[in-house]
């Protein structure tokens, strides 16, 4: 890695980031049928956040304000593993107290190791005055391996496109974006009692899935350029929501597999992700491995109302939270103030 270039380092001052979480569509080419893997679709939402604050002290130290929280403490071991790594890279060795305000669910479809790894380094870049890149960044604590999505909607939000990975390391480039209209919503279903695949399991996972053939990978890309893309810049939710779903299901039977033969890794969100399909007209699947479902609604009372009337049905499980989450359209919010 290029030294990066000094600027005006800030150690009298705390940085706060605020990253947002994101849901990941689906990827064009998992097996790369043409030459280049995965390419992403994904998309940045309001209500789900990493939040953390950095500044210098007399000795390092990590601090989780909801320390009782799931994932919290594998969280802060993350955090400070990402410290070391970007002190023993710049040679900026102060000591530093980090504080994680909010964490992301670990692990449930909404991109949490790559959005803390994003804030840390973005928040240690500010504070030592360092020209750092948010692909570089990401590509120095190992993130953006098969999806870009969660890098480029850190910078900019909205509904992204990247085209895969470079073999070389480099973190997929971002192909478009577009800003869905304020007024769509998404229902999450979430499942606190599962997590989806990562780390070792998800590469093994990957490894022993067939291969994903030419006619669906093309599919997809007709569906994403075609259907999705076009729908959200010109406001055709009915167009989005079925090129949505057409990604999903295609995508979802293909890594069935490796989630016991289901489409989605949650029982109870596939039941309640199934119900929904046959009530209203919405784009509909699962957040990368899950266990995260969502569904698509062209506005927040419509979206409060199919919440409703899905508790009113019964088919809500008691473990499952049903969230409206509005769409993002811009990336981490980054702030300093003099250190207290």
């Known amino acids: ?22 849901l990941h569509l689906g990827f064009l080419d998992p097996s790369g049928s043409l030459g280049r893997r995965f390419g992403s679709l994904g998309l940045v939402i ?18 989780v304000a909801v320390p009782d929280a799931d994932g919290a403490a594998a969280d802060a071991d993350r955090a400070a593993s990402y410290l070391a790594t970007l002190q023993r890279a710049t ?5 530093l107290q980090l504080r994680l305000l909010s ?21 240690f870049a500010q504070l030592h005055g360092l020209d750092l890149t948010t692909r570089q960044i990401a590509q120095l604590l190992g993130r953006g391996l098969r999806s870009g999505v969660g890098i480029a909607g850190f910078d900019q939000g909205g509904l992204l ?9 480099r973190p997929a480039p971002l192909l478009s974006r577009v800003e869905l209209p304020a007024d769509w919503r998404v229902l999450l279903i979430l499942d606190p009692l599962r997590q989806g695949l990562s780390g070792g399991d998800e590469k093994s996972a990957i490894a022993a899935l067939p291969r994903f053939a030419q006619a669906d990978a093309a599919a997809i890309c007709h569906e994403v350029l075609m259907r999705v893309l076009p729908g959200a810049a010109t406001g055709d939710f009915a167009s989005f929501a079925a090129g949505v779903s057409r990604v999903q299901q295609l995508v979802g039977s293909h890594f069935a597999p490796a989630q016991a033969g289901r489409v989605y890794a949650s029982a109870a969100v596939e ?3 199934d119900w929904i399909a046959q009530q209203v007209e919405t784009g509909i699947g699962q957040s990368s491995w899950g266990p995260t479902g969502f569904a698509f609604l062209p506005s927040a009372e419509a979206a409060e109302a199919l919440a409703a009337r899905a508790r009113a049905a019964g088919i809500v499980d008691p473990a499952l939270r049903l969230q409206v989450a509005a769409p993002r359209a811009t990336g981490a919010l980054v702030t300093s103030q003099p250190a207290r």
Not at 1 to 22: E, F, S
């Open 1 to 22: 890695m290029t030294p990066p270039t000094p600027l005006r380092p800030a150690l009298d001052r705390a940085v706060g980031v605020h990253a947002p979480g994101r």
């Open 46 to 63: 309001d209500g789900v956040e990493t939040a953390l604050t950095l500044r210098a002290a007399a000795r390092q130290q990590v601090e």
């Open 91 to 95: 040679g900026c060795d102060t000591p």
């Open 103 to 123: 964490l992301l669910p670990a692990h449930a479809g909404f991109g949490s190791g790559t959005q803390l790894a994003l804030a840390v380094g973005r928040a």
């Open 161 to 169: 496109l990247d085209g895969g990975p470079s073999e070389d390391g």
């Open 271 to 273: 039941r309640v992700c």
